[in-house]
């Protein structure tokens, strides 16, 4: 996909060097066509790596998109320099009178925290229900696809016994779905979370459709009846070293940790990391873009509606 971001992002150099294609402004102010527009509130600490990462995902077909990043102002962010936020991030107060084909909620870590105590929360919970008439769809991950289950249908989350790390196999509920369209019948996914969401809450919610599960990691991806709103609990948009990166950082935090599951080679540590998820996670943002945004977005956005 030709995705117009700004010339100055980190991300765009990253992703020209990986032969990913970046629109320029000059080439899509002169395509006649409605690019659609998405928002990304980024909650991760790790902004611009995650900036990379979802830009990545959302670089493989010929849709043109728009992409703005957003940012919590009740949040001060301390791991990403000021000027990056100023020069490429808004705030909710400059979008809400806006409206989005799609919208992705990154996860955050935050999850051992009660919903209600995540500094934050008041601001992503209006911003959350914003999306019910000024998003067509929107994709939640990890945490954030915990924070709107809790917060769209009362689905509660739960605290693991141990931090759950790794890369897992899926199957699909749903096989026939747009979603898991060009799909295997088993795939993988990597988790990196401390909590969970349980298949009996979300069955016990009729407007609620699950979509694909996994006997280790649990509940995978859940989508609302009327398909405005997605939840995947894991990280298909991980690089090849995050996991790693996590591990490392938890072993120099003195936290002991497992080692991620199913990640490194024969799992040893001291070995690489085998990729075995990259092209399903391509396949899922290529669904929801394809299916859930450009298929039924409307032309004019001013008539969207929650139904």
Not at 6 to 34: C, G, W, Y
């Amino acid at each position: 996909m030709p995705i117009k971001i700004p010339d100055q992002l980190p991300a765009t150099s990253a992703l020209i060097k990986e032969n990913i294609f970046v629109m320029t402004e000059h080439r899509a102010l002169h395509q006649d066509i409605r690019p659609l527009k998405l928002l990304i509130l980024n909650l991760m600490p790790t902004k611009i790596v995650t900036e990379i990462q979802l830009l990545r995902k959302l670089s493989n077909t010929p849709l043109q998109i728009e992409v703005e990043f957003l940012r919590t102002l009740s949040h001060d962010a301390k791991n990403t320099d000021a000027e990056h936020l100023e020069a490429f991030y808004t705030s909710f107060d400059s979008v809400r009178e806006r409206r989005f084909d799609g919208m992705i909620i990154t996860g955050a870590p935050v999850e051992q925290l009660d919903f209600d105590d995540v500094d934050y929360w008041p601001e992503l919970c209006e911003i959350m229900d914003w999306t019910r008439t000024n998003v067509h769809s929107t994709l939640h991950i990890c945490w954030g696809a915990q924070a709107g289950l809790y917060y769209h249908y009362g689905v509660k989350k739960y605290d693991l016994p141990k931090k759950l790390s790794g890369v897992y196999l899926h199957t699909m509920e749903k096989p026939l779905s747009p979603f898991f369209r060009g799909f295997n019948d088993e795939f993988f996914v990597p988790h990196s979370r401390y909590t969970e969401v349980r298949r009996e809450d979300i069955e016990a919610v009729p407007e609620l459709e699950l979509m694909s599960t996994s006997p280790k990691a649990g509940v995978f991806a859940v989508k609302s009846e009327n398909n405005r709103r997605i939840f995947i609990t894991g990280h298909p948009e991980y690089d090849a070293d995050t996991l790693a990166l996590e591990y490392k950082r938890d072993l120099d935090k003195g936290i002991n940790p497992d080692v991620p599951e199913n990640y490194f080679t024969d799992d040893d540590p001291s070995k690489p990391p085998r990729v075995t998820w990259r092209s399903h996670a391509q396949l899922l943002y290529n669904n929801w873009l394809n299916y859930y945004v450009y298929q039924t977005t409307p032309y004019d956005l001013r008539g969207m509606t929650d139904k």
